[in-house]
């Protein structure tokens, strides 16, 4: 759970530290690559470092648990990257 939230929180940082705004593919392009790189990074953190509940755990599922891990932190970035993106917009006018 304090993983997600860390990366929803990097994901808005992202998205509204991000100069300008960009066009909807360019900050999915941008994110998702930042997303994917932070969701292996996280996921290596859960299963490794700190193992319990700090994340949530689908690592009984072998291969494929972590891949959803991963995939789960990418959306994650990527809806806080389009939150940041809004927030930029609505504060910056």
Do not use: C, Q, R, T
Not at 12 to 37: C, P, Q
């Amino acid at each position: 759970m304090w993983l997600e939230l860390l990366n929803f929180i990097i994901g808005i940082a992202f998205g509204f530290f991000h100069h300008g705004k960009e066009d909807l593919m360019g900050i999915l392009k941008n994110s998702a690559i930042i997303g994917i790189v932070l969701g292996i990074i996280f996921v290596l953190v859960s299963m490794f470092l700190v193992p319990g509940g700090i994340s949530i755990g689908v690592g009984f599922l072998g291969v494929f648990g972590i891949f959803i891990e991963i995939m789960i932190f990418v959306i994650i970035f990527i809806v806080g990257a389009f939150i940041g993106d809004w927030l930029e917009g609505v504060l910056k006018k």
